[in-house]
């Protein structure tokens, strides 16, 4: 059974960069997508980014495009997100998920296996 495990949140002021990174436990992280979501208090979790399972490709919210990169080491079995010109409305508790196939989809749905997540907050 994978386990993801996130790591690099914390608090920051607008215009500054972030990079969160996702360790994953157990076999075959290469062979799946992975994605990145957001959920702000009171607000309904977010698609935020994924990428594919050898990272040719990626799909990026509009919210996240331009701003944030998605990347992955399948070597040590880490997937990151570098996040840019940060603003108040990225605070969140941003969580990383294994998709069940290669699919890099927006819908939750397509994704099997959750860390628990990290806090990102960023002040104006």
């Known amino acids: 059974q994978v386990q993801l495990v996130e790591s690099g949140g914390g608090s920051v002021q607008a215009g500054d960069s972030l990079r969160l990174s996702c360790a994953a436990s157990?076999?075959?992280?290469?062979?799946?997508?992975v994605g990145w979501f957001r959920q702000a208090p009171g607000k309904e979790r977010e698609f935020v980014a994924a990428i594919s399972p050898h990272g040719l490709s990626t799909n990026y919210a509009n919210s996240a495009d331009g701003r944030f990169t998605i990347s992955r080491d399948n070597a040590k079995n880490t997937a990151f997100l570098q996040m840019r010109r940060m603003n108040s409305g990225d605070t969140a508790v941003y969580s990383c998920a294994l998709g069940r196939g290669a699919e890099i989809s927006k819908r939750a749905m397509f994704y099997n296996v959750w860390g628990q997540g990290t806090q990102v907050t960023v002040s104006s």
């Open positions: 157990g076999p075959n992280f290469g062979n799946y997508a």
